[in-house]
């Protein structure tokens, strides 16, 4: 096993890429286009008017600068529009177990990454489950073109497969060290993400997204290992400045090593079952050398770039890349270990608590069930959906 440990630029021999195959009929309609949103209210315009194209009603779950009631004016505003918008405060938990992979170990690990999405996220599973959805889309508030043909695709993918993704090749959906790579001239691919994201919300194996770096790959990292993880299609995502964030690189890498270990873990045991290769990635040994391996290419990129006429640009990926060699120096192989088991844990605890969840009629019993009290239903026109019963008149609760 251990030749077979090293760095991959890609793994798209783990997806099953159909993003140019017609688009069947589906047998149901999205219930929802769920959208983590923390970007001021402009921001979500695109989506808006996707959602008023399908006839879909939206979930918005606003923190940081998304205002609840600008967002619902610019619903309001929207003909044809209909949207609940939910305000995620502060410090917000999801009611019940606390998971062990947010734990203070783990959290240093990631250098004090401070993130809600994998919350909101889950808060949308969560939410789809007790209004008794059957598909939901997730759609983050920095993506553009996202064509209503690959969003019937991947809808009508989710009648036989759990989970549908798309991949955002522009502006590329990246880690601050592969787009170093990419920088120094070395191959680099992209990968499928939760950015947009199809999921069947009544699978019996559905996931949870943990606080983590990647934590769309470890959702559907079972999928990814079984090669059974559909691409709908592509977008296009916000372009930002990878390196204008000197931490951003430290807070990505213990996320960044474990998922690019799992998923190079995948492509070397190809003919083996998601559970004998987790008893693989349970030894330490196999992070050990992984480890070896990410620190080598972390020196690689950075002798390569270091041969490149002096560009502003490349004098911060080098610095970068030396914030996340640090960082991923003081990662022991044993902590990985602990990490993933968990993880395991608990995506057993998440699927028992989805078992004992049952449906709870509307969005305001729904809401209070999960301790969410500032939120707003608006929108113009009909009812779009009768498992999400949306109202014309804006309502506060």
């Known amino acids: 096993m251990s030749r077979q440990i090293g760095h991959r630029p890609s793994h798209a021999n783990l997806l099953r890429d159909v993003s140019t195959s017609a688009v069947p009929l ?14 001021p209210s402009s921001a979500l315009q695109n989506i808006i008017d ?28 929207t003909l044809g529009a209909c949207a609940l918008v939910v305000e995620v405060p502060i410090g917000y938990e999801l009611p019940g ?45 920095d993506i553009s073109q996202l064509r209503p043909v690959d969003v019937r695709r991947l809808t009508s993918l989710l009648d036989r497969h759990p989970i549908a993704s798309m991949a955002t090749r522009e502006f590329p959906d990246n880690s601050v060290v592969c787009h170093a790579r990419r ?33 769309d790959w470890f959702f559907f990292a079972r999928r990814a290992a079984e090669r059974s993880l559909p691409k709908a299609g592509e977008v296009r995502q916000l372009e930002y400045l990878p390196y204008d964030d000197r931490e951003r690189a430290a807070r990505e890498e213990f996320g960044d090593l474990l998922a690019e270990g799992l998923y190079a873990l995948f492509e070397s045991t190809r003919a083996w079952g998601f ?15 992984f480890r070896d391996v990410r620190l080598a290419m972390i020196h690689e990129t950075l002798d390569k770039l270091a041969r490149e006429r002096f560009d502003p640009e490349v004098a911060s ?45 509307n969005e305001r019993n729904a809401l209070s069930d999960l301790s969410l009290t500032n939120w707003i239903s608006c929108g113009y026109g009909e009812r779009l959906s009768e498992s999400l019963p949306l109202r014309q008149l804006a309502q506060r609760s």
């Open 97 to 141: 177990r606390r998971h062990l992979t947010s734990s203070a170990a783990f959290q240093e690990a990631s250098a004090g990454r401070s993130s809600d999405l994998s919350l909101k996220r889950n808060l949308g599973l969560l939410l789809g489950r007790l209004l008794g959805w059957n598909k939901l889309l997730f759609v983050d508030d």
């Open 50 to 77: 996707l959602s008023v194209t399908l006839s879909v009603p939206l979930v918005i779950l606003c923190s940081r600068q998304t205002n609840v009631a600008q967002v619902a004016e610019r619903v309001d505003k």
């Open 275 to 289: 559970d004998d290769q987790m008893a693989l990635a349970a030894k330490p040994s196999y992070w050990s050398a």
């Open 26 to 39: 589906s047998r149901s309609r999205l219930d929802a286009i769920v959208v983590p949103a923390a970007r």
């Open 183 to 215: 920088l120094a001239g070395f191959e680099q691919d992209i990968f499928v993400g939760g950015a947009v994201l199809g999921v069947q919300l009544k699978h019996p194996e559905l996931s949870f997204f943990p606080d983590i770096y990647n934590e």
């Open 317 to 361: 990926a080098e610095e970068a890349l030396r914030r996340a060699e640090k960082q991923a120096s003081g990662i022991g192989a044993d902590l990985c270990v602990g990490y993933l088991e968990a993880w395991l844990e608990d995506t057993h605890g998440w699927q028992e608590a989805l078992k004992d969840l049952r449906p709870v009629g």
